[in-house]
């Protein structure tokens, strides 16, 4: 069992500049200089009372969030949690609920369901093992047997995988954002280049340049014009368990 977490691009230009930089910095240990600026995460994060977080699904790549998808091992010593949904879904009230909760009830069923980074792990496969017959159920977002958190109706329409992907909220900080570590990165052929030409722009020294370009040709799933970064991402996903 591989455990990885999974980041992804929605759109071709980010609020962070262009999809380019955005990806340079999370290759680079610079998670924390591309957290979103959207005023609906913040406001989030500010209901929560936690400090600004980058955001990582555990074993699953959303095809909302698949202009690019990058793959990481999380080490030890961030500071981290997890949860079994998708938080900005809860707090916003978007993930229907059982019953109807305010925005106090909804802060409190995020913090109750908020797992320390001693906590998640067991957490994690035990509701896999038993709410699938297969891991890969899980990372293709097909529909749980029962719910991890029984005041999210997992079996309402207006609820998609996020009301069940298991999230991780990593603090936007240099030292938690260094144990991200890159193993997989889904990119097609023409944004391999526009990306190497990109990075030509930096100036980097020519030693710096051509290791960053060959460590990401050894981590890169390449996809064509029929298919996309969420179809390569989750066919490798699939061959690495997460429980």
């Given at each position: 069992?591989?455990?990885?977490?999974?980041?992804?691009?929605?759109?071709?230009?980010?609020?962070?500049?262009?999809?380019?930089?955005?990806?340079?910095?999370?290759?680079?240990?610079?998670?924390?200089?591309?957290?979103?600026?959207?005023?609906?995460?913040?406001?989030?994060?500010?209901?929560?009372?936690?400090?600004?977080?980058?955001?990582?699904?555990?074993?699953?790549?959303?095809?909302?969030?698949?202009?690019?998808?990058?793959?990481?091992?999380?080490?030890?010593?961030?500071?981290?949690?997890?949860?079994?949904?998708?938080?900005?879904?809860?707090?916003?009230?978007?993930?229907?609920?059982?019953?109807?909760?305010?925005d106090e009830a909804r802060v409190r069923l995020v913090k109750?369901?908020?797992?320390?980074?001693?906590?998640?792990?067991?957490?994690?496969?035990?509701?896999?093992?038993?709410?699938?017959?297969?891991?890969?159920?899980?990372?293709?977002?097909?529909?749980?047997?029962?719910?991890?958190?029984?005041?999210?109706?997992?079996?309402?329409?207006?609820?998609?995988?996020?009301?069940?992907?298991?999230?991780?909220?990593?603090?936007?900080?240099?030292?938690?954002?260094?144990?991200?570590?890159?193993?997989?990165?889904?990119?097609?052929?023409?944004?391999?280049?526009?990306?190497?030409?990109?990075?030509?722009?930096?100036?980097?020294?020519?030693?710096?340049?051509?290791?960053?370009?060959?460590?990401?040709?050894?981590?890169?799933?390449?996809?064509?014009?029929?298919?996309?970064?969420?179809?390569?991402?989750?066919?490798?996903?699939?061959?690495?368990?997460?429980?």
């Amino acid at each position: 069992m591989s455990e990885l977490w999974v980041m992804g691009v929605k759109n071709e230009v980010t609020e962070a500049g262009t999809w380019q930089r955005l990806l340079y910095q999370r290759l680079t240990s610079g998670h924390h200089l591309a957290v979103s600026k959207d005023s609906g995460t913040r406001q989030l994060e500010r209901v929560l009372g936690g400090p600004p977080c980058v955001y990582l699904f555990l074993g699953r790549c959303e095809p909302r969030y698949s202009y690019l998808g990058i793959a990481h091992q999380p080490s030890v010593g961030g500071e981290f949690t997890v949860s079994p949904f998708d938080t900005g879904g809860v707090l916003s009230g978007r993930t229907q609920t059982t019953v109807p909760m305010d925005d106090e009830a909804r802060v409190r069923l995020v913090k109750q369901w908020s797992f320390a980074p001693d906590e998640y792990r067991d957490q994690f496969a035990t509701w896999g093992r038993q709410a699938y017959h297969t891991p890969g159920e899980y990372t293709r977002g097909e529909r749980p047997g029962y719910a991890m958190v029984p005041e999210i109706d997992i079996n309402s329409g207006a609820n998609n995988s996020y009301a069940w992907n298991w999230e991780a909220r990593v603090t936007a900080e240099a030292g938690s954002c260094a144990t991200l570590h890159p193993v997989r990165v889904a990119m097609s052929r023409p944004q391999w280049r526009a990306y190497g030409t990109w990075v030509r722009g930096l100036d980097l020294p020519l030693a710096e340049y051509t290791h960053h370009m060959d460590w990401l040709a050894s981590i890169r799933l390449e996809y064509g014009d029929d298919s996309c970064a969420y179809d390569v991402m989750t066919a490798f996903l699939e061959g690495e368990p997460q429980w």
